[in-house]
């Protein structure tokens, strides 16, 4: 098997086991809270937000710092430095005794993270040019597997075992994932320019060369709009679905549904608009996404059923299957030499600063929007970004060279 295929494979499957780990917290962090302590629901809720967004803060402030470490020092160093740094951290919070210390635990865990940007930045560097975008969609469903049935787990286990044993259960998956890169994952030495550049240069130096890459910095603003874009309405599904439901029983059921069949056709979608994108570009790929997310997630403003909803939601996912990928792909090929790193995490922390700001400002102007204006208005950024990239980014310093497979 070429060697790119192993690090696809063991990677993608750390990526599967990092994001069910941190996704399994989700649905018992409030009752967790409970258990800590914490009685007034008012306080429950307050704590379970404030501790939610901990590790996204943390993490856009830090994304940027790992990801010039790694040009410097190594891509394989720093997907190790956080995946046996997160699974120290999740087996702590589940020794916590009250709110703070989670809190705490949280803003560390957002620190030391980072295994999915180092990931990234390690595959597109040993990943044959024709096979880019098929290997950032297959990593982008392990993601999403990941995300769908990190909360499922979580929730079977929190009823049948309790709330703490899911920290080590969770702890232990991010050290198995973090093994496997450490015995399977080869790259190669820092070059020496990289070291020359490490002697002469400040850390934060490394970065303006990013920030003078227009094309660089066009995909960075899309990762916002599009993470805000698809998040702002999230926190307001459920009661949508009780609104459209009618009804007080099933609502949590539907809710969930309606959130599964959209990672679930994203995940299936990733790979196949991937490897379409190899073959006809991934700027077409993303600008097709980014228009068809636009045009088909409109309806659901003016949806009068749960399954109505649901049907859209699931053709919505195949549009978001080929966004974050195709950005991932490009990102490789505009970001400057020895730099790719860097550009990975800065545009990590580009993701988090969207999923931060989505629900926030959803929630803010859902009173007066509604979440059917939500919906119109996540529409509206999507197109556009879509016509804005159409007709400002500019081509890629680096074009694709096309590699046999035996040679990666």
């Known amino acids: 098997m070429a060697r790119w295929r192993i690090h696809l494979t063991v990677l993608g499957v750390g990526l599967f086991f990092v994001n069910a780990g941190m996704t399994m ?3 018992f962090l409030p009752l967790y809270l409970q258990e800590l302590g914490v009685s007034d629901p008012h306080r429950v809720a307050v704590w379970a937000s404030v501790i939610f967004a901990a590790n996204f803060f943390t993490a856009f402030l830090f994304q940027p710092l790992w990801g010039s470490l790694a040009d410097r020092y190594g891509r394989k160093m720093m997907v190790l430095r956080s995946g046996f740094g997160m699974a120290i951290v999740m087996t702590l919070m589940g020794l916590a005794g009250g709110p703070w210390q989670l809190l705490l635990l949280r803003i560390l865990n957002g620190v030391v993270s980072g295994f999915a940007p ?36 979580g929730g079977f286990m929190a009823e049948h075992y309790g709330y703490r044993p899911i920290f080590f259960i969770t702890g232990g998956l991010l050290f198995i994932a973090s093994l496997l890169a450490l015995l399977l994952v080869k790259e190669e030495p820092v070059s020496k320019e990289n070291g020359r550049s490490r002697e ?4 934060f130096g490394s970065f303006r060369p990013l920030f003078r890459a227009r094309g660089l910095n066009m995909l960075n603003v899309t990762t916002v709009v599009i993470q805000f874009a698809l998040l702002a309405p999230v926190a307001l599904l459920p009661l949508f679905v ?7 029983g099933m609502v949590a059921f539907y809710a969930g549904l309606v959130g599964s069949v959209n990672g679930l056709s994203n995940m299936i979608a990733a790979p196949l608009l991937g490897r379409l994108g190899d073959k006809i570009g991934s700027v077409r790929i993303l600008l097709f996404c980014l228009l068809g997310s636009a045009l088909i997630g409109l309806p659901q403003a003016f949806v009068s059923g749960t399954w109505q909803l649901i049907a859209v939601r699931f053709a919505l996912g195949v549009c978001m299957g080929g966004l974050l990928p195709s950005v ?18 800065l545009n990590s922390s580009m993701y988090a600063l969207g999923s931060m700001l989505g629900p926030l400002v959803g929630g803010f102007v859902s009173e007066s929007l509604t979440i059917r204006g939500i919906f119109v208005l996540s529409s509206l950024l999507m197109a556009a970004c879509g016509l804005w990239l159409q007709y400002g980014l ?7 060279q096309l590699q046999p497979e035996a040679g990666a």
């Open 118 to 153: 180092a990931s990234i930045a390690l595959m597109n560097v040993g990943t044959p040019r024709d096979k880019i975008g098929y290997t950032m969609g297959t990593l982008q469903s392990s993601v999403v597997a990941g995300t769908i049935l990190g909360p499922l787990f």
């Open 200 to 203: 002469r240069g400040t850390l």
């Open 394 to 400: 500019p081509k890629p310093d680096k074009q694709v």
């Open 25 to 27: 917290i989700i649905p």
């Open 242 to 248: 009780q609104e459209l439901s009618g009804q007080a």
């Open 328 to 345: 991932n792909a490009l990102i490789g090929r505009y970001a400057p030499p020895n730099r790719e790193s860097a550009a990975y995490s």
